[in-house]
């Protein structure tokens, strides 16, 4: 620029350009104008409110370590969840009435276990001297019977149950206490062909004895509920819990009621529970509005 | 002697009377409850007797034992 510099220096024809001025391209080697097109914003250049892409570029303030990939939500109701440490994965949506749950460390979708009683079948007895709930399908944890409003059609009938039909001898292992009339309470064991509340005094069967009540008193009918735990097993005995009473007319008449536990001494699983008739000549009936049910626990 | 089957997966029903190795059944347990009655009675009479001799109630009874 010593050219330049003599130029200023003259001070005539380049009077209106200042030796500062001329100082400002001290320095340049090139053409300027080929400079500064050099510089001029190109097609991938970052601007305020382009839309570009940046690669391998770090925000240091925030600092934005890696970025979750959208497409990792590509379905509506999807989620993301760690796979591994630092590890964003797809949990696609599950279907419908599933719900989240764990399974080897992951979040998955299962379907929701129902953990609810299923009605199995209801029944209206109407004169019947047996009756019979079979194929009774295993797919239940346990099998609630729930009866009420259950009547003879006279006074010296009895009626208890059986599993699977099973009449071998000590079959039942029935431990109960029992109660009837207003005072006598009893306890005692008693293993029998047939599913019965034995006290020290008095035996009472879950579907009654001697209960020609057909009036519309239920506690004078026979009802009752039991539940038999494990019943689809094939290599356990099956154990069960009843509650049961009636009022009896015949013999030591009075209300007689049995709370108990007991067995069934047999590892084949239940596929029919019985009523049956093991005295007498009589029928039993359900009263209006009543009814026989048996339930599947899951 | 009618016997209702209901088969609880199809719900289909079937009512036939009672075949021989039912009816058969039903004589013993018939002839088994009829023993327990007659045992229940005999021990209702022997314990009534025991409080007669004893000249004490049923509740005083309970109470000795409680």
């Known amino acids: ?298 | 002697m009618s016997k209702l089957i209901i088969n609880v997966q199809t719900g289909e029903t079937k009512e036939r009377e009672l075949n021989k190795a039912e009816k058969d059944q039903q004589k013993i347990d018939e002839a088994n409850i009829a023993k327990k009655e007659i045992e229940a009675e005999a021990k209702a009479i022997a314990k009534a007797a025991l409080l007669t001799q004893l000249g004490i109630t049923a509740e005083q009874a309970k109470l000795l034992l409680s």
């Not at chain 1, 509340?197 to 209960?211: E, H, L």
Request: one cysteine or more; hydrophobic letters at 40%.
């Open chain 1, 1 to 298: 620029m010593t050219k330049a510099r003599d130029l200023a220096n003259a001070g005539t024809a380049l009077g209106a350009v200042s030796a500062t001025e001329l100082a400002f391209v001290d320095g340049v080697t090139s053409a300027i104008q080929t400079q500064i097109d050099a510089k001029a914003p190109s097609s991938t250049a970052v601007t305020l409110t382009g839309t570009q892409t940046l690669t391998n570029k770090t925000l240091t303030s925030p600092v934005i370590a890696s970025v979750v990939n959208n497409t990792l939500t590509s379905t509506t109701g999807d989620m993301i969840y760690a796979s591994a440490a630092n590890t964003p994965a797809r949990l696609g949506i599950g279907s419908s009435a599933q719900v989240l749950t764990v399974a080897g460390g992951i979040p998955s979708w299962a379907t929701a276990s129902s953990g609810g009683m299923t009605l199995i079948s209801e029944t209206v007895a109407s004169g019947l001297s047996s009756l019979s709930l079979s194929s009774i399908a295993g797919t239940f944890k346990q099998l609630v019977l729930i009866w009420c409003g259950v009547y003879h059609s006279d006074n010296s009938s009895t009626f208890s149950i059986r599993f699977n039909n099973d009449s071998t001898a000590s079959a039942y292992c029935n431990n109960a206490m029992t109660g009837s009339g207003s005072t006598n309470f009893n306890s005692g064991a008693i293993d029998d062909t047939f599913i019965v509340g034995n006290g020290a005094s008095f035996t009472i069967y879950p579907f009654g004895q001697s209960v020609n009540n057909s009036t519309s008193y239920f506690p004078t009918m026979a009802q009752g509920f039991m539940t038999i735990d494990n019943y689809a097993s094939t290599s356990k005995v099956k154990n069960f819990q009843t509650n049961f009473g009636y009022y009896k007319n015949a013999g030591t008449t009075g209300y007689a009621n049995v709370q108990m536990i007991g067995q069934w001494k047999n590892i084949s699983a239940i596929t029919s529970i019985d009523v049956v008739r093991i005295g007498g000549s009589g029928t039993f009936t359900n009263a209006t509005d009543a009814s026989i049910r048996l339930y599947g626990v899951s």
